[in-house]
């Protein structure tokens, strides 16, 4: 009797214009959400991790980024996600997470629990993109924000002021999206929930 591979439910960790424009002199801040990610990949108890970034070679800008895929292709599935314009669906080019479901099923993982970080926290990460936290979401899954791995350059304000109105933009989208149920605003990486051996579990 034909008995079909069983894929082994992960997080898939999104990574949305990650390591930041470096024109916005913003070193500090680039640094303190590349060090949480680095805390999320090195030291959290997360196994069961699928990764999703932007093309690498489509930015050119992603270096540092580079180099830490390298250090954990033995660990962890990471995905780079095709350009934008490429046409690898020509049904709807930009069903980006159709596409993140079938390259992980393809290793052999089910997306189930989704973390989202990155750069323009109120659009990008938020809403703006086919695959950002309201389109996880709205598809069932269970969706986690990250402040401490998050920025954003189109937000007026200088400083921790600039980031205190992102925080509450966000925070106001949220509640009129009707998904408030399904998304999480993290703050510290020990909070976050992550699949591990097929179950939900709670941060230490």
């Known amino acids: ?38 805390e999320l990949i090195f030291e959290h108890p997360i196994k069961d991790m699928v990764i999703l970034s932007e093309d690498f070679q489509e930015s050119g800008t992603h270096t540092r980024m580079m180099e830490l895929k390298d250090e954990v292709k033995d660990r962890y599935c990471w995905l780079e996600l095709p350009d ?8 709807n080019p ?5 596409w ?11 997306i189930k629990n ?13 809403k703006t993109l086919d695959y950002s936290a309201l389109r996880w ?19 007026a304000g200088v400083g921790p002021e600039k980031y ?5 933009l966000l925070y106001q989208k949220i509640k009129k999206s009707g998904q408030w149920a399904m998304i999480d605003i993290i703050s510290d990486i020990k909070e976050i929930k992550y699949m591990d051996d097929g179950e939900l579990k709670c941060g230490e």
Request: charged share 25%; hydrophobic share 40%; glycine share 8%.
């Open 1 to 38: 009797m034909y008995h079909p591979h069983r894929l082994k439910p992960a997080t898939g960790v999104i990574l949305i214009d990650f390591e930041g424009n470096q024109l916005l002199g913003e070193k500090e801040l680039n640094d303190l959400r590349f060090s949480k990610l680095k």
């Open 84 to 91: 934008k314009w490429a046409d690898y669906d020509k049904d």
């Open 94 to 98: 930009l069903n980006s997470i159709t």
């Open 100 to 110: 993140i479901k079938k390259e992980a099923k393809k290793a052999g993982w089910e």
């Open 114 to 126: 989704v973390i989202l970080a990155g750069q323009n926290l109120s659009g990008c990460v938020w």
């Open 137 to 155: 979401a709205e598809q069932g899954h269970n969706v986690q924000i990250v402040l401490s791995m998050c920025g954003d350059y189109e937000t």
């Open 164 to 168: 205190m109105k992102s925080f509450a």
